[in-house]
């Protein structure tokens, strides 16, 4: 394997995950490896696993283990353990530095991509150089947000499968570490390289499987460490996107609450401000960010929940 | 035996008889020879097979009906089909004459060791056998599963009779499958039947008029039937030919040899939601299951879902059966998928839908919980339209979730409650039941199935919501393409054919129809349409 052709990183990043669900992905990951290679010029696929887990959540031999699994399809597969807790973004930049390839996947490990499914995000970023992003559809809960039917174009690119032209990410700089430990940082990520010129597309036949559960009323829950991370995220894109008002009113909300998600959310959020750790603002960049009802683009249509 | 004594087996030849059916067999055959009747008594077959011309000889162990059959004119020779040398005699009396058929009637249940019995007659119909023509092989027993039988063991009788089904010298017992066993082992093929089809048996006595005319003999009947197809079979009178020795045909696969599920997917060619369908069961936490891919349209169609599953990992990839369906409705790729599913339960996902990833374990969980039942699953409805563009069709809803939580089986008896891909049931009742989707519906077939199984098997139900089931506000299903008349009519059809026989209903339900009829006259007082002392409501009122 390897070649002449362009190169790729699939980037999963771990946080007390299981090898069982690893093992899962590997299968996916190599059937739409091997459909990239057999339809395209990729010649170089590897696979960087990143573990923010507080200990070790593979066994010593998981890279191994991975490796034999998508033997044929991915040339190379390592498993980085962080030592501390990067976060979502933080850890997807910390897999971008170990390589130089031209393509990243970004790919939650809760996730089964379909086979044909790399390859469809490839060939929408292959058909527009102004394209830096390109996001699969999720199923079986597909995103609410809205999208151009005709060319995809779309607010924001959802971080679960995204597939990422190298140069563009790193003129960017990458995922903005601060929006820890997940959510929004794909927002910011697509709003920045918006700012840029560059484009950010939905790919509805890029279908990807992403374990979510519906509950007995049809609802979409967050769990309580979710919503937690979510609506700090959300503060801070206000912050970031020129949107003080919208900072100030969510805060007030979170101060009437009796929600203890809600104090908690309060405290990091003044200690952090407190801290300066937090995503600065950016000047000017209110007209590629989007916020209706508390979301991030316009909906097509609304999850209970 | 003294030479007056009446004859136990002297039975006589008459329309309809056993001879006759299998003189008939014989004839049908259009082969030339000897008739080798094995057991022959005195010589009724002989006398059946006179008319069509065939000479017979009978070989019996009991003098008396040898010297019945000589005075008949007959040619007979005693013989002790237990015997060691019992083949050898058997061909030196032959000779070298050919022979158009071995017989065995009504004998083999007298006999100890049926399989040493069709190791004799395997070795006469080789020994027979010309180089371009075989005999054939004519065998009756006795159904020891008739309908009657079925009746008296659940009184708790077995009457033993001098002769009939429960003649006191039967030694074995035959049921259908028994007897098919017992022949496919010794490479023989059935080639047609003319059984003897018997209503009303000598066992069918006066004190079991409780089998009679009555709701619970309608039920009973109803339930034999369903389970097999020959309860009303009094005599198996079955014509093989031996086809290579010892090779067995090849069965359908046992459930229990399977995965826990078959998974039957129909789709009418590369529709675009298939891949989701696909990808939610390759993404399955429970890989214990076979999808069956039925493809209702061309082969040119399933060559290229031949090629999209080829595209998954193998691990998925070898799990999946793709099969081509040609003709018929939208029941004829399921009942297509029920003759070759494998696994301990059958769920049906059409390929419009998508689950999550423990669908398959959430009817697991169910099963162990309460073996032997179908098991049911949670539903979310969302809408969806199609869409031309990057878009081949998308949701224009959140979920909904309008079907109850639990399995009712008094609610599903006015609308189905319970889409297709919220069950799966155990793969041996449905075989046993015998029960297929009505392929002369347009719709109301998953319906129609589901009340025949679940009426009897009852519903575990696990309470999680697992699969994702996509109506269509325009283009794509069955919803949207079949006229509101259709649904109509298809729905009345469903209820006369359930009525045809009487329903089981499940504990409790005396109380909720007492219930319902309390409301309704209820209601009719608020109408004003009826006072308090007014009679009960009754249908027809």
């Known amino acids: 394997m390897g070649g002449d052709g362009r190169s790729l990183a699939v980037q999963v990043v771990l946080y007390d995950d299981h090898l069982d669900s690893m093992i899962r992905l590997a299968d996916a990951v190599a059937a739409a490896a091997r459909f990239?290679?057999?339809?395209?010029?990729?010649?170089?696929?590897?696979?960087?696993?990143?573990?923010?887990?507080?200990?070790?959540?593979?066994?010593?031999?998981?890279?191994?283990?991975?490796?034999?699994?998508?033997r044929g399809s991915i040339d190379e597969v390592s498993v980085t353990f962080f030592g501390a807790n990067l976060g979502s973004g933080g850890g997807s930049n910390a897999l971008a530095r170990l390589g130089d390839e031209d393509l990243l996947w970004v790919l939650n490990p809760d996730t089964y991509p379909a086979p044909d499914s790399l390859w469809r995000l490839l060939d929408t970023i292959d058909r527009d150089e102004q394209v830096a992003l390109a996001e699969s559809r999720q199923i079986p809960i597909e995103h609410q947000k809205t999208y151009?039917?005709?060319?995809?174009?779309?607010?924001?690119?959802?971080?679960?499968?995204?597939?990422?032209?190298?140069?563009?990410f790193d003129s960017v700089g990458g995922f903005d570490d601060r929006f820890f430990p997940l959510y929004c940082d794909d927002v910011d990520l697509s709003w920045r390289l918006r700012l840029a010129g560059w484009k950010v597309l939905h790919v509805p036949r890029?279908?990807?499987?992403?374990?979510?559960?519906?509950?007995?009323?049809?609802?979409?829950?967050?769990?309580?460490?979710?919503?937690?991370?979510?609506?700090?995220?959300?503060?801070?894109?206000?912050?970031?996107?020129?949107?003080?008002?919208?900072?100030?009113?969510?805060?007030?909300?979170?101060?009437r609450s009796a929600d203890p998600v809600a104090l908690s959310v309060l405290d990091e959020y003044h200690r952090r401000v407190a801290d300066d750790d937090v995503p600065r603002p950016l000047e000017g960049a209110d007209h590629v960010a989007t916020f209706v009802d508390g979301q991030f683009a316009p909906r097509r249509f609304s999850y209970v929940g | 035996m003294s030479d007056d004594a009446p004859l136990r087996y002297d039975f006589a030849v008459h329309p309809g008889s056993t001879y006759e059916r299998a003189a008939a067999l014989i004839?049908?055959?259009?082969?030339?020879?000897?008739?080798?009747?094995?057991?022959?008594?005195?010589?009724?077959?002989?006398?059946?097979?006179?008319?069509?011309?065939?000479?017979?000889?009978?070989?019996?162990?009991?003098?008396?009906?040898?010297?019945?059959?000589?005075?008949?004119?007959?040619?007979?020779?005693?013989l002790d089909l237990t015997a060691d040398d019992a083949a050898e005699r058997i061909a030196t009396?032959?000779?070298?004459?050919?022979?158009?058929?071995?017989?065995?009637?009504?004998?083999?249940?007298?006999?100890?060791?049926?399989?040493?019995?069709?190791?004799?007659?395997?070795?006469?119909?080789?020994?027979?056998?010309?180089?371009?023509?075989?005999?054939?092989?004519?065998?009756?027993?006795?159904?020891?599963?008739?309908?009657?039988l079925a009746a008296k063991l659940l009184l708790g009788r077995w009457d033993v009779t001098p002769t009939g089904l429960l003649d006191s010298t039967h030694i074995t017992l035959f049921t259908e499958r028994r007897l098919t066993d017992l022949t496919t082992a010794r490479g023989f093929t059935e080639l047609a039947r003319n059984d003897v089809l018997l209503e009303r048996t000598e066992q069918h006595v006066a004190d079991l008029a409780v089998f009679d005319t009555t709701t619970l003999a309608q039920h009973l009947r109803a339930l034999r039937r369903r389970f097999d197809r020959h309860a009303d079979v009094y005599q198996f009178v079955r014509s093989y030919e031996r086809t290579d020795a010892g090779v067995a045909t090849v069965r359908r696969p046992e459930p229990t040899d399977g995965p826990f599920c078959s998974?039957?997917?129909?789709?009418?060619?590369?529709?675009?939601?298939?891949?989701?369908?696909?990808?939610?069961?390759?993404?399955?936490?429970?890989?214990?299951f076979e999808v069956l891919l039925m493809v209702h349209a061309d082969e040119r169609h399933a060559d290229r879902i031949r090629e999209l599953a080829a595209t998954f990992e193998p691990g998925f990839a070898e799990r999946i059966q793709v099969h081509q369906v040609s003709g018929g409705g939208r029941s004829a790729p399921l009942n297509a998928a029920l003759d070759v599913a494998a696994g301990r339960y059958v769920a049906v996902l059409d390929d419009d839908d998508v689950v999550t990833s423990d669908w398959i374990a959430s009817f697991r969980r169910a099963a162990e919980r309460l073996p032997g039942r179908a098991v049911r699953s949670l539903v979310a409805v969302q809408w969806v339209e199609q869409r031309t563009g990057l878009a081949d069709f998308e949701p224009v809803s959140g979920f909904e979730t309008p079907y109850p939580q639990r399995f009712d089986f008094l609610d599903s008896v006015r609308t189905n409650r319970t889409p297709s891909c919220a069950l799966a049931f155990p793969n041996e009742t449905v075989r046993a039941l015998g029960v297929r989707f009505d392929e002369t519906?347009?719709?109301?077939?998953?319906?129609?199935?589901?009340?025949?199984?679940?009426?009897?098997?009852?519903?575990?139900?696990?309470?999680?919501?697992?699969?994702?089931?996509?109506?269509?506000?325009?283009?794509?299903g069955s919803q949207s393409e079949e006229s509101a008349d259709t649904w109509i009519v298809d729905h009345e059809r469903v209820v006369d054919d359930l009525d045809d026989e009487p329903t089981l209903v499940p504990a409790g339900s005396m109380r909720r129809i007492h219930e319902l009829y309390r409301r309704i006259e209820q209601l009719e007082v608020e109408l004003g349409r009826r006072v308090d002392d007014d009679p009960p409501f009754r249908f027809g009122d």
């Not at chain 2, 070298?96 to 004998?107: E, G, I, Q, Y």
């Not at chain 2, 129909?266 to 429970?286: C, H, K, N």
């Open chain 1, 36 to 70: 990239v290679r057999d339809h395209s010029d990729v010649t170089r696929i590897v696979w960087r696993i990143g573990d923010s887990s507080r200990w070790p959540c593979l066994a010593d031999d998981a890279a191994a283990v991975l490796s034999a699994r998508t």
């Open chain 1, 206 to 255: 890029s279908v990807v499987f992403h374990d979510k559960q519906i509950d007995a009323d049809g609802g979409v829950r967050w769990t309580p460490t979710a919503a937690r991370s979510s609506t700090i995220a959300a503060l801070w894109l206000y912050r970031r996107y020129g949107r003080p008002d919208l900072e100030a009113s969510a805060l007030a909300d979170l101060g």
């Open chain 2, 441 to 476: 519906l347009r719709v109301c077939e998953d319906w129609k199935f589901q009340r025949e199984v679940v009426g009897l098997t009852g519903v575990s139900d696990d309470g999680v919501v697992t699969s994702v089931y996509r109506r269509w506000r325009t283009g794509g």
């Open chain 2, 93 to 148: 009396t032959i000779d070298d004459a050919p022979v158009a058929a071995v017989v065995m009637l009504d004998v083999i249940e007298h006999l100890p060791d049926p399989e040493r019995s069709m190791a004799l007659l395997g070795d006469l119909v080789e020994r027979f056998a010309a180089p371009d023509t075989s005999p054939l092989l004519v065998l009756s027993v006795p159904n020891i599963a008739h309908r009657d």
């Open chain 2, 263 to 288: 998974v039957i997917v129909r789709t009418q060619g590369e529709r675009p939601m298939l891949v989701d369908a696909l990808v939610s069961l390759a993404a399955q936490r429970d890989r214990d």
């Open chain 1, 148 to 168: 151009d039917p005709v060319s995809g174009a779309t607010s924001w690119a959802c971080g679960f499968s995204v597939l990422a032209r190298r140069s563009a």
């Open chain 2, 27 to 78: 004839a049908s055959a259009r082969l030339a020879g000897l008739v080798v009747d094995l057991g022959a008594g005195v010589g009724a077959l002989a006398e059946a097979m006179a008319p069509y011309g065939f000479e017979t000889v009978g070989f019996d162990g009991d003098p008396a009906n040898v010297a019945a059959m000589i005075a008949r004119g007959r040619r007979a020779e005693r």
